[in-house]
């Protein structure tokens, strides 16, 4: 809902009330009139131009500046048609006008439609009316001048910087959402398409001959990528409505059957032995930045070298921890890899976890290897296996043999 719609809603409100309390006042003074009958008939056509016109003030589209020169013509026209109805001794005593306080209605309809700019142009007209009414400025008109007219400027004022504030809240959201969608896409693109050509342009370099050639072309592409991905607009979703994608599957996932493809010779997984239950999105992802910290295991401890993956269902939290026996990583290498568009821990890994609500840490000691703990918290209702202890479940190799 607008920031402005409460204010065409008090408006409505407002213009209600103040007819009727027009009219009720009209009522009191009839005996005191000297034209009571004009007087009836402009009563008359405020009460019905109210009712009519209801419609007109829900919202700024219906709120139509020939609507707005209409209204502000009936406030008008009833202020200086007072001086003909009413006696002059009323008048110059102080005597409400004929609208009364309903006038200051068609001016906040002004405010709210066009801001303080319009609500200074219409106050001033009816400014203008009142002293005309009078006959001569007096305290009392004066202030009533300055009171609408101040109100209404100052209310004009609030709608446009309530205006202002909601369009820079709603260009902040879709700069959010774009710049995830644009961290999903690299996360995407590095689990790939940088993965390949980085492995082309290592055995490239390797093999020699025209092989070293097309190992030096992946490595350009590979840096051009790096570099596009790292301030590319975002491109739609695969899988979001609308664009025909797969879409994601229902019901929990089991954690322990996306990990189970990792498992090798060289790879140890241990998890419960119960399923490891999660909503489908976040076990997929979890699994992607496991996926990822393994790559890195293989790319930067050498093809040689072990990994262990741990998982712990715990009652708040799902753990996953991935261990390697490699040469450990020099102290700001990571920023030093962000900085270069390298984006294997800054977005395959903690952006998954970030964007699940969770926290990825790494630690890592030169000579001692790497380990990556990922963290998933679970919410209220989440998805958890019949019969898996409180306290964590019992644990099983990928060949099977129990682990405690």
């Known amino acids: ?22 009219v009720a006042l009209y009522v009191h003074a009839y005996g005191h009139l000297r034209h009571p009958l004009p007087g009836g008939v402009y009563m008359a056509l405020l009460a019905g131009w109210t009712l009519a016109t209801i419609g007109r003030v829900r919202n700024a ?67 203008a009316a009142d002293l005309v009414e009078r006959g001569s400025p007096s305290r009392d008109t004066l202030h009533n001048v300055i009171l609408v007219w101040v109100a209404s400027i100052a209310i004009g004022y609030v709608v446009e910087v309530a205006r202002a ?44 001959g025209e092989a070293a050639e097309l190992g030096r072309l992946a490595g350009e592409q590979e840096a051009a990528l790096r570099t596009l991905i790292s301030a590319a607009p975002p491109a739609p979703r695969p899988g979001a409505p609308g664009d025909g994608g797969p879409a994601a599957p229902d019901g929990p996932q089991d954690l322990r059957t996306l990990l189970a493809p990792h498992a090798s010779p060289l790879v140890t997984l241990s998890a419960p032995g119960t399923p490891v239950l999660l909503a489908p999105h976040a076990a997929a992802e979890l699994a992607a930045a496991v996926g990822a910290a393994l790559d890195n295991v293989h790319q930067h401890a050498g093809e040689r070298a072990h990994a262990w993956i741990l998982v712990e269902d715990e009652p708040e939290a799902v753990l996953v921890t991935v261990r390697d026996d490699g040469p450990g990583i020099a102290e700001g290498r990571i920023v030093a890899a962000a900085d270069e568009g390298r984006l294997g821990v800054a977005q395959s890994i903690r952006g998954r976890l970030r964007d699940l609500g969770g926290t990825a840490e790494l630690l890592s000691v030169p000579g001692q290897g790497t380990e990556v703990e990922l963290r998933l918290p679970r919410g209220p209702g989440e998805y958890r296996a019949p019969g898996a202890a409180e306290s964590g479940a019992a644990l099983t190799d990928a060949d099977g043999r129990g682990r405690t």
């Open 165 to 208: 504030s909601e369009r820079t809240l709603a260009r902040a959201l879709q700069i959010e959402a774009a710049t995830r969608e644009r961290e999903r896409l690299a996360r995407d693109i590095h689990d790939g398409v940088l993965q390949v050509l980085a492995m082309v342009q290592r055995r490239g370099n390797q093999a020699g």
């Open 1 to 22: 809902m607008s920031v402005e719609q409460p204010l065409w809603r008090a408006l409505l409100a407002y213009r209600l009330l103040t007819a009727a309390y027009a």
């Open 61 to 127: 589209e219906r709120c139509t500046r020939a609507f707005l020169a209409a209204d502000l013509t009936v406030a008008v026209g009833g202020i200086l048609l007072t001086r003909y109805v009413d006696t002059m001794e009323r008048v110059e005593s102080g005597a409400f006008t004929l609208p009364s306080i309903w006038t200051a209605g068609a001016v906040l309809a002004f405010a709210v439609k066009g801001g303080w700019r319009w609500a200074a142009a219409a106050s001033s007209l009816v400014a």
